[in-house]
């Protein structure tokens, strides 16, 4: 820590608790009880009950998460992808020296984050407008939800693999230039490996944000192909809150889960 008195140390971890209990963990403990509650009256839940659990966790709740996890991995495969071509691109041209080619980088990476700069459910609208009709119809497909949720997140991966690009030494690259080997083999033996970490960290973060979406997807998921949060949606708009929490918690424990796996790779990478 950058303070080194006792004092201002205790200052600082009571100012933490101040802003991160009422703000982030008390909001995340109302849902975790109302995920037990029977009832609520007053000011604390009561008649506390797992069945909350038991609807959450079979039959179409069941088939919500697992198409949820389908959704987020291949969204987050997806814009790993072309976040990462997209970033290696955008160096490449950066590093010509020229003034187009500089030019062509920047706007490269503006393109990317355009999905950002607006509503996800206009991106949402914009991808049902543009499959619905041929050459390729895409409406009423899963499809097209994942593509929604990619476009959604690739501008993360992209700017996450960018970041690790520019810090990459370009000594590495030139030393195998230099032995005689071929761009695509630096590429793949040299530049991915260094920049593994920052490709499983840019794939969790992305993962973490397509397993939360839902503007976007409630204009344009088909009825087999209902991801959690429009579950949960769902509950909460019929009434089911505490059924609606649980699904939350389930959601929450399962990218929990997940990202802690994917940690657990970057951290081994990063030692590599």
Request: hydrophobic share 55%; with cysteine; proline share 6%.
């Amino acid at each position: 820590m950058l303070v080194h008195s006792r004092k201002g140390k205790w200052g600082l971890w009571a100012v933490f608790a101040v802003l991160f209990l009422p703000v982030f963990a008390l909001p995340l403990a109302v849902i975790v009880a109302a995920s037990f509650a029977g009832h609520w009256s007053g000011a604390f839940p009561s008649a506390f009950t797992t069945e909350h659990y038991s609807a959450a966790t079979r039959g179409e709740s069941l088939e919500a998460l697992t198409t949820s996890l389908l959704t987020a991995l291949g969204a987050s495969a997806l814009a790993l992808a072309v976040g990462t071509w997209a970033a290696l691109a955008a160096d490449a041209l950066k590093r010509r020296g020229g003034v187009a080619a500089r030019v062509w980088g920047r706007v490269l990476d503006t393109l990317f984050m355009l999905p950002v700069a607006v509503p996800s459910v206009v991106v949402g609208l914009a991808l049902l407008v543009a499959f619905s009709k041929p050459p390729m119809i895409l409406n009423g497909t899963s499809t097209i939800v994942v593509l929604a949720h990619a476009v959604l997140v690739t501008a993360f991966a992209h700017q996450s693999v960018s970041a690790a690009v520019r810090r990459l030494d370009p000594a590495y690259e030139q030393a195998a230039a230099s032995l005689g080997a071929r761009p695509g083999y630096v590429l793949w033996r040299v530049k991915l490996p260094l920049l593994l970490p920052s490709l499983t960290a840019a794939a969790g973060l992305c993962f973490a944000l397509s397993m939360g979406e839902l503007s976007a997807t409630m204009m344009l998921y088909p009825p087999d192909w209902t991801p959690l949060p429009v579950r949960i949606y769902a509950a909460t708009d019929r009434g089911a809150a505490f059924t609606g929490a649980a699904l939350a918690v389930v959601l929450m424990a399962a990218t929990l889960l997940v990202l802690f796996a994917v940690s657990r790779v970057r951290t081994r990478a990063s030692y590599r």
